[in-house]
């Protein structure tokens, strides 16, 4: 009898899950690795909810169009219509799971409104719960699985072996103080669904674990990686405290920004106001900080209700998650603006994948924020994540025993890449060394400031020299917060490199010395407490 494909599935979110359940439902056997416990992921993070054609009155084709819109002309067409189209088929899933997407009296779902949708076509739950209520119902269906799950798991790099992925191998138990053992696992096929790359900026809606080791991986076994100068970062994270991501629902609500005299400035930069693309929005909310002084501008609730009493309970029960944090933090959102400012949110590059999630590498795939599928282009539309996780993750679980059983992969759409060289320009501000010893504050700073929201060549040829100097230091990591600073050390090159040769602003890449656009100085990281200034 032939023994069944075995997957490695690296990653817990609704990427990883779902290819993991949809790999057993085509006959693999599935081991999925996590890097912290199962439940852990960015999925539940997620507040917005999820983005699709559910109603009668929306179209596929007006989906499509916003999707392509927010992209600024880079997104594949295919790839989209691939999103939108099996989008609805995958929502129907999650609600089978048990996703208790938020409905009227009526029993219909509760529509939501988000920045550069053209109609109300996001769903919730639990108010800005979404993430949770997915991630919840996705690892339960897995539980009940035959699949096995291997947690504090890191992924310290991948099995080659004649040109093929064949496995991976761990750092598994790894704290502070306790050694972690290394295990090879081998595989007929790897899927990496390990997310984005948040943690190299200073100021970050991602988690901790959000350090590119699925990228990084990648990069190292040759896999091409595109679109990584294209770094999304999230117009209203609360300014006090922890970074705190007010989902961009508030606004579609009908809460505004407004400057620290009450103007409201987001028409200054898009006819959509406060509902453009979130990369406008973004550098109007820095544009708006220099004028001011670098101090946060305002999200201003207080409209959204006739009376405080009301808007209290409209906050408390819509957006429930926010508005503890907002609490939490000693503001009161129902009578008053709260201060907010950009943070570093969502990659749209990644590893390179034809439309079932394969790289250039055979036996390797990779699906969710880690992979570049070409849906999100230069800008990604808000609540097109976990749709493309959804999507994307079941096309990939549905092809990886037919795949391995041919043994055939597609030709190459592109040379692999090469991880980017240790040597620096020989140009460029401070490009002599004269910089402190790496350490992951110091990388999150650097990048922060040259390659954050508003970049130059000045500024991105100093972040190149500088980490090359870092790179250029041999370390030999052990523990797993030494493999993930050496992760993000390459991934950051990579990204500094990318965002060096697209000259011209697109998207969330912002150059200030393209002749065509005008330049909104950054000046945020002085107003979010509780984090170090850059």
């Known amino acids: 009898m032939t023994e069944p494909t075995h997957v490695v599935v690296v990653g817990s979110g609704i990427a990883g899950l779902t290819v993991a359940l949809?790999?057993?439902?085509?006959?693999?056997?599935?081991t999925l690795v996590t890097k912290d416990v199962l439940e852990h992921a960015n999925t539940r993070f997620a507040q917005g909810g999820i983005a699709g054609v559910m109603f009668e009155d929306d179209r596929l084709e007006d989906h499509v169009r916003d999707t392509l819109t927010a992209g600024a002309?880079?997104?594949?067409?295919?790839?989209?219509?691939?999103?939108?189209?099996e989008g609805p088929v995958r929502i129907r899933e999650l609600v089978e799971l048990g996703v208790g997407f938020d409905r009227d009296p009526s029993g219909a779902f509760v529509k939501g409104l988000e920045a550069a949708h053209s109609y109300p076509r996001i769903l919730h739950s639990g108010g800005d719960a979404t993430g949770t209520a997915i991630e919840k119902a996705l690892v339960a269906r897995l539980r009940a699985s035959h699949v096995r799950v291997i947690e504090h798991a890191f992924l310290v790099d991948l099995v080659l072996d004649g040109g093929r992925v064949r496995g991976v191998e761990l750092l598994i138990d790894d704290a502070p103080g306790v050694t972690g053992r290394r295990e090879t696992v081998a595989a007929d096929a790897v899927v990496l669904a390990t997310g984005g790359a948040g943690q190299l900026y200073a100021h970050t809606t991602?988690?901790?674990?959000?350090?590119?080791?699925?990228?990084?991986?990648?990069?190292?076994?040759?896999?091409?990686?595109?679109?990584l100068e294209f770094f999304q970062f999230h117009p209203t994270v609360l300014a006090i405290g922890d970074a705190f991501l007010v989902s961009e629902a508030?606004?579609?609500?009908?809460a505004t920004l407004i400057s620290t005299d009450g103007r409201r400035f987001a028409f200054d930069a898009h006819p959509d106001g406060e509902l453009a693309p979130r990369d406008i929005v973004a550098r109007a909310i820095a544009q708006q900080m220099e004028a001011q002084d670098g101090r946060p501008v305002l999200l201003d609730a207080t409209g959204l209700r006739p009376t405080v009493a009301e808007r209290e309970e409209f906050l408390a029960k819509r957006f429930p998650t926010i508005?503890?944090?907002v609490h939490d933090r000693g503001l009161d959102w129902?009578?008053?603006p709260i201060p907010v400012t950009p943070a570093a949110h969502y990659l749209m590059g990644g590893v390179t994948t034809d439309l079932f999630g394969r790289t250039t590498i055979p036996g390797l795939y990779a699906v969710g924020e880690v992979a570049r599928t070409g849906v999100h282009g230069a800008n990604r539309l808000a609540s097109n994540s976990l749709l493309e996780g959804a999507v994307f993750g079941a096309r990939t679980g549905t092809v990886l025993a037919a795949d391995a059983a041919?043994?055939?992969?597609?030709?190459?759409?592109a040379a692999p890449s090469a991880p980017p060289s240790q040597s620096a320009p020989a140009h460029g501000k401070n490009a002599t060394g004269e910089h402190g010893p790496f350490t992951r504050q110091a990388l999150q700073e650097l990048l922060w400031e040259d390659a954050g929201l508003v970049r130059d060549a000045d500024g991105?040829?100093?972040?190149?020299?500088?980490?090359?100097?870092?790179?250029?230091?041999?370390?030999t990591p052990v523990a797993e917060s030494e493999y993930e600073d050496e992760n993000l050390l390459l991934v950051g090159a990579a990204l500094v490199a990318a965002a060096l040769e697209r000259r011209e602003s697109v998207g969330a890449h912002f150059r200030s010395d393209d002749p065509t656009t005008a330049r909104p100085a950054p000046a945020l990281a002085e107003s979010i407490s509780g984090a170090p200034a850059c």
């Open 334 to 336: 129902a009578r008053n």
């Open 206 to 227: 991602n988690p901790p674990v959000a350090t590119g080791d699925g990228i990084a991986a990648a990069m190292r076994a040759g896999a091409d990686v595109r679109d």
């Open 460 to 475: 991105l040829e100093h972040a190149a020299s500088v980490i090359a100097d870092w790179r250029a230091h041999a370390r």
């Open 22 to 30: 949809h790999a057993v439902e085509s006959g693999c056997r599935v």
């Open 323 to 325: 508005d503890r944090a």
């Open 73 to 85: 002309g880079l997104s594949e067409p295919e790839a989209v219509r691939v999103l939108v189209e």
């Open 406 to 413: 041919s043994g055939d992969w597609p030709e190459e759409s």
């Open 250 to 254: 508030v606004r579609g609500e009908g």
